[in-house]
């Protein structure tokens, strides 16, 4: 089913009207820059406080969520996450509309270079048609819980045959303050070579442009291509909070 023909009264819980100047505002040649690089990127206070102290609080709210996940059930780490249902609240879908076109550019750059035919249309609305057409019609936006001793495996993010190779995270919870430990990590795995980490810093509000599956790097010989996994480390207290915006929808 296409968005536009889902009629439900949307979760008006957040405004959506500011997003997109303030995601046009951001340095989109550092991130684009830092993506090829390093695979990941991060933005300072894409979401206000209070703004993700309300999302943070939709987590107890049941009506908005398609399913819910315990980790361990899975063998996925420790902690929980939900997955929202359709429609969508307005600042998730707002975040996802108004990320996508900036990402939309690398995410193409990077198929050309790693020779995979595969191009995404301009508009967000257009790629999940794509997916909604090839039976991926569950929403895969998500918000994360995790409470002392919680952790979650590296993984990659995949639903099905159409995956769009970027996402974003935005930690709602403050370092220090809600939680400590809960590192946001990530590994790439390359070609004959030990695998590399990164350690990503971030602060309420925070959000992090990271790699889905896999990227192109330049080499001495031509380019190849590396596989990322993402995770987050144990939490040592507290509670932590996160939402995840991913641009595919699942079967």
């Not at 500011?18 to 820059?33: F, K, Q, S």
């Not at 995956?163 to 930690?171: E, N, Y």
Request: hydrophobic share 40%; net charge positive.
């Amino acid at each position: 089913m296409d968005i536009a023909t889902q009629t439900a009264p949307r979760a008006a819980l957040l405004s959506a009207s500011p997003l997109a100047g303030r995601v046009a505002a951001l340095d989109w040649p550092r991130i684009e820059n830092e993506l090829d690089s390093f695979g990941c990127a991060t933005a300072a206070m894409l979401i206000a406080p209070d703004e993700c102290d309300r999302l943070a609080s939709l987590y107890t709210r049941e009506d908005i969520f398609r399913s819910r996940v315990v980790m361990a059930r899975h063998g996925f780490g420790r902690g929980e996450y939900k997955y929202f249902a359709y429609p969508l609240p307005d600042i998730i879908e707002g975040l996802r509309t108004a990320l996508y076109p900036y990402l939309v550019a690398v995410a193409n750059r990077w198929n050309e270079a790693m020779r995979i035919d595969v191009r995404y249309p301009s508009q967000h609305r257009d790629f999940l048609r794509r997916c909604h057409e090839a039976g991926q019609t569950r929403p895969t936006p998500l918000i994360l819980q995790y409470e002392a001793g919680d952790y979650n495996c590296l993984h990659q993010d995949l639903y099905g045959e159409h995956v769009f190779p970027i996402q974003v995270a935005i930690l709602l919870s403050e370092p220090g303050k809600d939680f400590t430990g809960g590192e946001f990590v990530m590994t790439e795995q390359r070609p004959r070579m030990q695998s590399r980490a990164e350690v990503v810093p971030l602060r309420k509000g925070d959000a992090v442009a990271f790699t889905v599956n896999s990227r192109p790097v330049q080499g001495t010989r031509g380019v190849y291509r590396v596989n990322l996994r993402h995770g987050v480390s144990r939490l040592r207290s507290g509670q932590r909070h996160t939402v995840g915006l991913i641009f595919h929808d699942a079967q």
